[in-house]
């Protein structure tokens, strides 16, 4: 089998004396879509956090396409090819819509640090963001600062700044919380078609939204994974039904 | 989300030029050609009006205040690089454009290499210099934004001016550094001995630098200042590391403010601790606040209008000061984006074609509030006289009146109208909103 496009292994964190992610062994292979699911402080949001860099690993390692992240900064492992989106939606609310996902091309096209270059000269990045802003449906709202933007619209719009630069390993951070049904609907069938053929890495609170998308649900529960495998399969599992779905219906009732 | 600040609401991405110019339905070219014109229309108009000044103030101390005036516009857009655009507040950022000063004094000195080089590329080296001192302090200042920032700017900025005082071989000590700008390179048989030639190279160096400027803002490192600038984390998710877009814009206004020091030393030929100390920084900070920091020209208004009213009013009253403090303070709580911010407020009510309903409104309001405001600064200054004049010195003149400052009657007619003035502007205040909505709302229009 070829490399996989993340792997963890024994991946740990502690806060203090807490404890929040507690070994963790997860490998995710090219253009899958892998969903972690869990209840709410089960650790997702830190997992994640602790893939891109935002918190550093107490133990364990994190490698993307065989490669040891271990001490590089977000914007490193930004460049290899990973890119996240935020469970608060995390956008630059004063520019506008247009601009948010150019600047979000910029690296990608090579522009780096460039100060002899007019970003209004160049079609390509024109281009790019107009084609982006069309795939999440935003090209109406091109214009407005971001800001402004109803809530749905700006998750997708988080969901466009995450996939403008072409990372072909994506990772979302509950892109449907705090949405109404449809609005769920709508995002969960715009990340299924800017996602195709790129690894996605979805972290979700609810099973129902990942069932038809997902290739493997891993249910994280107390920083540990408690099963990993094809939906039908978690779904079915005693020990997940037990932890999670049990704790879900409890809460529910 | 919400808008936090009021200045951003309208950033420099969002100015209809730049609008028009992406449009996505492909402009033909004759479109093309009449959009660029538009968007330099702006730079045309302004380098007119800058080369033709001078032939209509030709007084040399007219000419004196315009360069001033210029000098301030190019430190001032320089400071916007790091406030508006970058989110960086600075406290001590006299010490790039003094210290950019002070090499050129000291180019100025070495007589066999000035005399080889022509004085208008002088301001490149004090550029260099200022660009020179901010890579190394930018090196580790830039690591954070906000407070930490702020503090290590200040902390190098008293650093600086306190050094002024050890290093005299630099600074020259109390005296400052002077020099001779005459003994340059002749430039085309020009030696600059007189204030206009000194008014033209500072304003075709004015010009170049602004340009130069507002191009960086739309550069890739640019357009990510200002996005580091609104959210950090997420440009850091981009692929760009903050710190480095922060060093680079801090790296660029240090070149910035450095040539305009170099144009301080050309115009004044001389350098003092005064140019770097802190006071010297805070009057940028005041000057680009007071223009705007959300616009790329705010800083330019706000040059021109303080330096008005150091230059001109100081000659009318000693304190001038107490009524720039006055202006600032009202900016800062009434209209956070500034002048420029003041001006832009209009053009909603202009593209909606309704700016004439408020012209009324804004008679019957400003006028009463202008002359009452006038009444409490005439009641300013009879108080200063009255306490601080000489003895027995009971006479004063005030708006072409000569009266006893010692008597009850003008007291009485300066409070009087200061409350007449005011009343009136607070009674006339509800119809100028109304107007203002209906100005702002889209249809019915009479």
Redesign the interface.
């Known amino acids: 089998m070829s490399v996989p496009a993340l792997e963890l292994t024994g991946l740990k964190k502690s806060f203090g004396k807490a404890e929040i992610i507690r070994g963790i062994d997860l490998s995710i292979g090219k253009a899958e879509r892998h969903a972690i699911i869990g209840p709410n402080g089960a650790g997702k949001s830190t997992l994640f956090n602790l893939i ?1 860099a935002r918190f550093a690993p107490t133990a364990g390692t994190v490698k993307l396409h065989g490669e040891d992240l271990a001490g590089l ?3 490193q492992i ?2 290899k090819g990973l ?2 989106s ?1 469970q608060i ?8 819509v ?2 948010n996902v ?3 091309l ?3 096209q090579g ?10 000269r160049s079609s390509a990045l ?1 281009e790019g963001a ?1 084609e982006i802003l069309d795939q999440i449906n935003l ?1 109406g709202r ?2 407005l ?3 402004t933007l109803s809530y749905a619209e ?1 998750r997708a719009l988080e969901i466009g ?1 995450t996939i403008a ?1 072409g990372a072909n390993v994506i990772m979302l951070d509950e892109p449907t919380a705090g949405m109404s049904n449809t609005e769920t609907d709508y995002i969960m069938d715009l990340i299924m078609r800017v996602t195709e053929g790129k690894t996605l890495i979805m972290v979700e609170h609810d099973m129902g939204v990942v069932f038809g998308l997902a290739d493997r649900i891993s249910v994280l529960v107390y920083g540990e994974i408690l099963a990993t495998g094809k939906p039908e399969d978690v779904r079915a599992d005693r020990k997940v039904q037990e932890a999670y779905l049990g704790a879900a219906l409890e809460a529910e009732h | ?3 936090f ?1 009021p200045n ?2 309208m ?1 420099r ?2 100015r209809p030029e ?2 028009i ?2 449009d ?1 339905s492909k402009p033909s070219e004759r479109m093309q050609f009449r959009l660029m014109l538009f968007n330099l229309a702006p730079w045309i108009i302004a380098s007119l009006v800058l080369l033709l000044l001078p032939a209509v103030f030709t007084n040399n101390s007219t000419i004196t205040i315009m360069n001033q005036m210029m000098i301030t516009i190019v430190f001032a857009l320089a400071y916007n690089m790091l406030l508006g655009q970058g989110g960086m507040l600075s406290f001590g950022h006299a010490v790039y454009a003094g210290v950019g000063g002070f090499a050129c004094m000291h180019i100025m000195n070495t007589s066999d290499f000035f005399s080889s080089i022509p004085l208008v590329i002088l301001p490149f080296f004090g550029g260099l210099f200022g660009m020179g001192l901010a890579m190394i302090v930018g090196s580790f200042s830039t690591r954070s934004a906000g407070t930490v920032f702020a503090m290590i700017s200040l902390g190098v900025g008293e650093l600086i001016a306190a050094s002024s005082v050890i290093i005299v071989a630099f600074f020259g000590g109390e005296g400052g550094v002077s020099g001779n700008r005459t003994d340059a390179l002749p430039f085309f048989g020009n030696e600059f001995l007189q204030q206009i030639n000194v008014y033209y190279l500072i304003a075709v160096w004015t010009i170049i630098s602004a340009a130069l400027m507002f ?2 803002s ?7 200042a ?2 580091v600038r ?2 950090p ?10 710190r ?2 922060r060093f ?1 814009s801090f790296v ?1 206004s240090g070149f910035f403010a450095g040539v305009s020091g170099g144009l301080f030393a050309i115009n004044y030929e001389i350098l003092t601790e005064e140019n770097l100390n802190t006071a010297s920084s805070g009057v940028i900070l005041l000057v680009t606040f007071l223009g705007g920091v959300g616009f790329f020209f705010g800083p330019i208004i706000g040059a021109v209008v303080f330096t008005l009213v150091q230059t001109v009013l100081s000659l009318q009253t000693e304190l001038w000061a107490f009524y720039a403090g006055s202006l600032f303070l009202a900016t800062v709580m009434f209209f956070p984006g500034g002048l420029a911010g003041l001006i832009m407020m209009h053009v909603p009510a202009f593209k909606l074609g309704k700016s004439k309903l408020l012209i009324i409104p804004y008679v019957k309001t400003l006028v009463p509030a202008a002359i009452g405001i006038l009444a409490v600064c005439a009641l300013v200054e009879m108080t200063f006289h009255y306490r601080h004049a000489a003895t027995g010195d009971h006479e004063m003149t005030l708006f072409w009146t000569t009266f006893d400052s010692h008597t009850v009657l003008p007291w009485l007619v300066a409070a009087a109208i200061a409350a007449v003035g005011l009343g009136i502007a607070r009674a006339t205040a509800p119809s100028l909103k109304e107007a203002w909505n209906e100005a702002n709302t889209r249809g019915a229009a009479s």
């Open positions: 891109t900064e977000p914007y930004n460049r890119s996240r935020f939606t995390n956008i630059f609310p004063a520019m506008t247009f601009e150019r600047c979000a910029l690296w990608a522009y780096k640090y460039s100060f002899w270059n007019l970003v209004n024109t107009d090209l091109r214009n600062p971001a800001g700006q700044i630069g | 989300m919400s808008n600040d951003t609401d950033p991405g969002a730049e609008q110019t992406t996505p191009l960086w739309r550069t890739p490192v640019g357009r990510m200002n996005a609104d959210n984390e997420r440009a850091e998710f981009l692929g760009y590391s903050a480095w877009v680079y660029a």
